[in-house]
């Protein structure tokens, strides 16, 4: 009896531990689940409106030759322009089209063009302690989400797709401390991201990468969107204590889509060209999901959760039966033994 009892402690404090250890998973899994259900009330104060803001969301009242500064407004994000490519394949020539527009509008940007040849001595020497973690991400387009959220971090300035091709200059944004656009039906897209240098929100997307490097296996999609991509930085926006300095570019009430990156679309900023930069053995498992309603997705995840955590409770509990009996049958055939020698 006292072995029993040794046993079944042991077993609690087992549990206990691992619950503690995985306690924060979790939590982190809850915001992350949550987003499609709570976006809209948490990114009120951080839309771009005409009436609030003072800003054209279509564009068409800015020409040409417009700059904040002839406006009276202090640009607030550098005048930098950065694109990413990673891996051994080179880009589509429509890809290198597309950054040629880009920089021919804006001539006057410092351009970067972030490569394997320049990226591994960027993070090892501005993120030593994210170095490790970033080289063995499992998906490549992990390593090119953080190093938007590094460089923008370290640099400011805009990030870019390289498969956006700019029809005018980005200019205009450059009053806000951090941009982006609307994505749909939640979240925001991090194809296109303008911010201040040492922005805190960009902080916290830097900061948290550790905090939420988790693989999700069999589901590749589900582990790229929940640790680097737009899952993950909506995420940690609806985390943040103030929202004000992180403007979302959605449209008019007419056209909230004016300005979103999905698929083959033409917004007032760019001519998107609907070619993922994602690259990897699972593209084709993305490109399954990349379209469903997120709300549909994630709620279909957490049943399956669900599942999964009530079939192991079954499961435990027939073990726990089986035990009992055994102990039972045990002590009987003992009971026995012990008449018969009586």
Known sequence: MAYRRIR?????????????????SLLRLYYLLRLPFVWTSYSTESIITQQDDGFDLTFSAYGTNYTTLNEGISPLIPARIHHIHLGHAPPPKEWISARSDCLRHHDKWE???????NAVDFVRAQYPHLYDMWKVYPYEVQRVDALRYMVLLK??????????????????LRRFEFVAPAAHPAGFSIGMMLSAPDQAFVKDLVNNLPVYDQVWPFLPYVTVMFSTGCHYAS?????????????ILSGPPEHPKMHMLNGLVDTPLFHHLGSSSWHGRDVRFIAVF?????????VGVLVALGRVIICGLLCCAKRRISWVEDEEHQSLSFAVEERKRA
Request: aromatic share 10%; glycine share 4%; with cysteine.
């Open 8 to 24: 079944i402690g042991f077993i609690a404090l087992i549990l206990l531990i691992l619950f503690s250890l995985n306690s924060q």
């Open 235 to 247: 995420t940690i926006m609806t985390l943040q204590s103030n929202r004000k300095n992180v403007r």
């Open 290 to 298: 990349k379209n469903l309603d997120q709300r549909a997705l994630f």
């Open 155 to 172: 640099y400011g300035g805009a990030v870019l797709d390289y498969d956006l091709a700019c029809k005018r200059a980005l200019e205009p």
């Open 111 to 117: 351009p970067f063009l972030w490569t394997d040849d």
